[in-house]
């Protein structure tokens, strides 16, 4: 059985971070990381967002192991109806700000047929920029073929995150 420890060790040697480097970055001791590694202990819960990103894999994969997929193919007669589907756009900006915009799928397929364009975020130039280059249209063809899940994550050159996921 895989534990956390081999979980922590195998993805920090993946990055070439070095046991000590590892435990600087988090404010911890040497010899916390190696408990950890050993299974001897564990990290504290607080600390886990951190480690995560660290080692370049989400908390519930470092927990458990389990590497989630976050985008899906979904065969036709397993796939909801287009009505009963959320459209979300997350923008996490360089400054902290956070904009979630949740859209029911079937007003967002209104609004293409209408010929609407990527919804721009109000004095966010770095963002709608980068929200500009989507092709809305195309991600949207791509959902009613039965792909699901985080479909796009863009950076910006401000360092703005924008994700679109669609459940």
């Known amino acids: 059985m895989e534990t956390i420890g081999k979980r922590i060790s195998e993805n920090r040697k993946r990055k070439n971070i070095k046991q000590d480097e590892l435990a600087e970055m988090l404010c911890v001791s040497p010899q916390a990381v190696s408990k950890w590694e050993n299974d001897l202990s564990c990290p504290d819960i607080s600390l886990l967002p951190k480690l995560s990103k660290i080692l370049g894999i989400s908390v519930d994969e470092l927990l458990s192991g389990k590497q989630e997929s976050s985008v899906v193919f979904v065969p036709e007669e397993n796939r909801k109806d287009i009505k009963d589907m959320m459209f979300r756009i997350v923008v ?59 479909l796009v994550e863009v950076e910006s050159h401000e360092g703005d995150v924008i994700s679109i996921f669609v459940e």
């Open 92 to 150: 996490n900006s360089s400054e902290g700000d956070k904009v979630r915009v949740n859209i029911p799928c079937a007003i967002v397929k209104i609004a293409l047929d209408c010929g609407m364009e990527m919804p721009q975020i109000s004095g966010n130039d770095s963002v709608n920029s980068a929200l500009k280059n989507l092709d809305l249209a195309k991600i949207f063809e791509m959902v009613e073929k039965g792909v699901i899940g985080n």
